[in-house]
């Protein structure tokens, strides 16, 4: 039966019985989705939109085989892991497999509980307490994470850094402490110098740190920040901190959150992007795992997931359920049977391109950075003062949306990088389609 309520009604009722604190895309028109089915949302009147935004739906928002996995196991089983499922051990070990170096898994539902677990285990493990994560870094909603992002508590939230919290400058060289000229942005040399610049600020931090008879548990950081800004640390930069962190008795922990399961093309994890042999000791993935079914995990060692505090122990009520398993296995079957590493390799050649003789004709944009289906475009008042232009970046989201029928998001620090990262399936046609019209919008605005 066709719901025949308005966009209005349901507003109203959203606005009467959800917080009011409860972010939500396009604040002053929000869109209802009425269906949605792989690249495309559809709103209230049925209108077709191409979706930009949604990393979670990985292989396509209601890709079938997905739903027809969840839907077979939620009619089969949905007991707990203290049950045994074959569904937990096939995914722990197909996970496990795009890992070399983790032996270890431990499922839970968010990707804020996968990092606040993460943060447990480092600390029982190395018998520190503290932590040090990137500025603008976001780890999620629960209070030990929201205490580790500064992305939140540099906001004005209630939370404000705690003692064991140590902040980091962003590797980011285009924006952050130590940055490179536009000519030097993609240059091998400058780009491992500005990389060791970063790390030697890691070092510091751990002195500063045992100066004061404290103990980095775990240095946290996204293998390439999406929140913060879309920002891809230098070559090298995270060995060289692995090397830091681990001579003063700390893990490292990569979060893979948003940028796991083949974003990147080349490769399963951003963390392996440059195929160099750096392995994290921890690693936590939530967002595209299930499509959209939640579902989290913490990767690691043995002995690390062995050293969790005395009797406690780990359970984890819907942690690990056999159809939030039947999920991930789903999401890889797919991601393999579609080559969609490849796949989102390939999109990402065509959008550096395509993106790169945009910015030839605009002089608001002042750096595109990307790698598969994960790029950010840098908007700025002025390329030579790289002043964000957050307003600009407003404005050309709304545009795309009533105009173009695309959905784009912008964020990172000051709300100015447009952020494409859509369903992997998304194809030529609408890298296309997404950089022309990106290209009439800044026409329009005359930018
Ligand atoms: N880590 C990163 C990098 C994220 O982007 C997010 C969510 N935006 C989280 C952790 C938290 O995940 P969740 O919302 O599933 O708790």
Redesign the pocket.
Known sequence: VKDERTKEEILNKRKNTIGSTCQIFYSDNPFMVSRASMQYLYDENGKRFLDCISNVQHVGHCHPTVVEAISKQLATSTCNVRFVSTQLADCAEQLLKTLPGLDTILFCN????A?DLALRLARDYTKHHDAIVIEHA????VTT?MEMSPYKFDHGSSLSQPEWVHVAPCPDVYRGKHRLEDSELRNAEKLYEAGKQYSNDVQEILKNVEEKNRGVAAYFA?ALQ??GGQVIPPKDYFKDVASHVRSHGGLIVI?E??TGFGRIGSKYWAHQLYDDGFIPDIVTM??PMGNGFPV?AVATRKEIADALGGSVGYFNTYGGNPVACAAVISVMKVVREENLLAHSQKMGEELEVALNELKQKHESIGDIRGVGLFWGIDLVKSRDSREPDQRLALDVILELRQKYGILLNADGPYTNILKIKPPLCFDKSNVLETVSALDQVLTHFNR
């Open positions: 968010s990707g804020s509980e990092n976001y780890h999620g909603h994470t996204e999406s929140c979060d959150v948003q939530g967002k989290s």
